[in-house]
């Protein structure tokens, strides 16, 4: 029985081999050249493969000299279907390229021969493109769009393309003359490193033109005249997107600046050397939108013809393969006005520390100027500044008390000193003695008395401060701003001294220039602004007013709450809390600390100052912030280490309202 059964599955297993050789035909030898070809064209490499019809060596150097020009691009290669007939075999081949952001397909034939148990390549010119003859090879040619620009309210031109020159060293003009002494000569002229510059030129072929540095056509320095004297020097006219000045808006705006090395490789063929793209600001967050795309272009060169005998040749006489027309970019609409954006930044010309002043539209939140001075040293401390407000902070607190039930005309105790749990609070120095004892909630504000707010705390918890704060636009979500930017930090919980601190806009209490002028932009309009800058946001979504970046610490020691942004105010101000608030501002400037402004023409102007102490200093140093409401105006100026509020600030505002008109 035992034999019969080992008898039985020995010609079974003879059946199974003898139906699975009939089955071998070869397919899966032919599948596996097949994907072996696909992969090895992949690489632009098939020096490894068995070929038919061409040395091996000879046809992987026919295979890169075709696909030159399109390096650094390799394509994507996929072998479809193989059909057999006999001991030959053939295939399509699917390739991919992706040439910037152009994307080109195209599907060529293959075909494979057995020899023995070996299947080998078919070699032929149109395996690599079908329209390729012999001795032909690929160009490629790419046309950079021209740069959107970024307009202003009413489309006025921010960064256009404005007229430039490259002034440098052109080696092949430069005759018997020596070029490290040209170099060294143009350097102290245009004052670049000298000894950089003479390095460079040195290390350059004798075909080449080396900048030494680009000035706008208007007004330059340095004249043709100059440039001449020197043997070898050019001055080559360009254009570049540029704003009205080099400052104009900088922080906020950006700048444009060739790829550098480590961007052209972060873009995975999107950009390659030479291409402009934005660094900082809106030129960089948009860059994509304002960059546009390339064209691309790629031709079938004839064999043997130079680039000396393609530009001569009329008409072109290279075939095209596949073209993308170029896109341009679209043009980034952004609200801030040019004229009061270049006096905010007149303004603050003066000023040594890190200042700002942003001015807001209230009755539909655009930031007309964000303007960051020089002191900030390039920082947008417009926009992402985080500082302690000071009194400016009392607009809040006011707005507190008067939903717990006081009015502009209640009465509060105004006192030379305050203690809260061994910590002694004080009104700023010089503080007038006639303004202390019982004086009304305008009163205090109008003097900004530190202890009649502080003594007020009880009235008002830490999480009531913290919506009147959401009330009026701060530390909410600004879906239309279009940028970063930092809106506020206003703890929700505080108690003992931490919570008198924020009754003067101390302790953990943080704001930017911006959200200071949002807040008061907010009492003028009757209910709480978002401010809009970037009109035409597309698909970009910044995390504008989420998430505050650690170079914008600012420099007191508070820190910001962890807490995410109100994504709206639960309790929106209303038009009668907005009055009684406009109320106490204006008294400011008829009764208090900002009289100063009592004659800046037009609509009657409401303020508040505000000193906020930072650091360790003893006496300490202080912040000078003001803001201020003018007809459809609300305006934040501020200044680091500034001293008092309405001594450094408050003349800066003048001016600039007065100015503003």
């Known amino acids: ?132 003859k012999e001795g032909e090879v690929l160009d490629k040619a790419i046309t950079p769009p021209a740069r959107a620009e970024i307009l202003g309210a009413g489309d006025a031109k921010l960064i256009s393309y404005r007229p430039v020159v490259y002034v440098g060293i052109d080696k092949t003009t430069i005759g018997s003359a020596d070029p490290a002494a040209s170099a060294a000569k143009l350097a102290q002229v245009v004052g670049v490193d000298e000894a950089a510059y003479v390095k460079q030129v040195q290390a350059s072929g004798p075909q080449a033109f080396v900048s030494a540095i680009t000035l706008r056509q208007d007004g330059r320095p340095i004249t043709d005249q100059q440039i001449a004297a020197i043997p070898g020097a050019r001055a080559i006219p360009d254009s570049l997107p540029l704003a009205p000045t080099r400052t104009f808006a900088r922080a906020v705006l950006g700048s444009v600046a060739e790829a550098s090395a480590e961007q052209i490789q972060k873009a995975g063929g999107a950009l390659k050397a030479g291409d402009v793209v934005g660094t900082g600001g809106l030129e960089e967050q948009y860059d994509a939108q304002l960059r546009g795309q390339d064209g691309v272009s790629i031709k079938v060169r004839p064999p043997g013809m130079t680039d000396d005998q393609l530009k001569a040749a009329k008409p072109d006489p290279r075939r095209v393969l596949f073209s993308v027309d170029t896109k341009p970019g679209d043009p980034l609409k952004t609200t801030l006005d040019p004229r009061l954006q270049q006096l905010a930044e007149d303004t603050l010309a003066g000023v040594g520390p890190a200042s700002a002043i942003v001015a807001l539209r209230p009755s539909t939140g655009a930031v007309l100027a964000a303007a960051s001075g020089p002191g900030s040293n390039g920082y947008n401390t417009a926009m ?107 703890p929700g919980n505080a108690d003992g001294t931490e919570h008198a601190a924020s009754m003067i806009g101390q302790g953990k209490v943080l704001l930017s220039p911006l959200a200071a002028a949002v807040m008061a932009a907010s009492v003028a309009h009757g209910a709480p602004v978002s401010p809009q800058l970037v009109l035409n946001q597309g698909s970009v979504s910044p995390s504008a007013g989420a998430t505050p970046t650690a170079s914008g610490s600012p420099s007191s020691s508070a820190s910001p709450a962890a807490s995410p942004l109100a994504s709206q105010p639960d309790k929106p101000v209303t038009p009668a809390e907005a009055a009684a608030l406009n109320d106490m501002m204006r008294a400011v400037v008829t009764s208090g600390h900002a009289g100063f402004l009592a004659s800046v023409p037009g609509a009657p102007v409401g303020a508040k100052t505000g000193t906020a102490e930072f650091g360790n200093d003893n006496p300490p140093k202080t912040h000078a912030w003001i803001v201020a409401v003018h007809g459809d105006l609300a305006v934040a100026v501020f200044v680091e280490d500034g001293g008092l509020g309405a001594t450094t600030s408050g003349p800066l505002l003048k001016s600039f309202l007065t100015a503003a008109g």
Not at 464 to 479: D, K, W, Y
């Open 384 to 490: 992402l500044g985080q500082y302690a407000p000071g009194s400016t902070f009392k607009i809040v607190d006011s707005l507190a008390l008067i939903r717990n039930g006081m009015t502009p005309d209640s009465k509060v105790d105004c006192t030379p000193t305050i203690t809260v749990d061994g910590r002694t609070f004080k009104n700023a120095e010089g503080y007038p003695a006639s303004s202390l004892g019982s004086v009304t909630l305008r009163d205090a504000f109008a003097h900004s008395c530190n202890t009649a707010f502080i003594s007020s705390r009880d009235k008002v918890s830490q999480a009531q401060l913290e919506s009147a704060a959401h009330s009026l636009g701060l530390a909410v979500q600004t879906p239309k701003l279009g940028t970063d930017a930092f809106l506020g930090s206003i």
């Open 1 to 132: 029985m035992g034999k019969t059964k080992n008898i039985v599955l020995a010609l079974t297993a003879l059946m199974i081999a003898g139906s699975l050789s009939a089955c071998d035909d070869g397919r899966s030898g032919a599948e596996g050249a097949a994907k072996q070809l696909a992969s090895s064209l992949a690489a632009l490499d098939v020096g490894s493969l068995a070929v038919d019809g061409k040395d091996a060596a000879a046809a992987n150097e026919q295979l890169k000299a075709v696909f030159a020009a399109l390096d650094p691009a390799k394509p994507s290669v996929e072998s479809g279907a193989v059909k057999l007939d006999g001991d030959k075999a053939t295939f399509p081949l699917n390739f991919t390229w992706k040439i910037g952001t152009a994307e080109w397909k195209y599907t060529s034939q293959a075909a494979l021969k057995k020899s023995g148990d070996k299947w080998a390549v078919q070699w032929a010119t149109t395996l690599l493109e079908p329209d390729l």
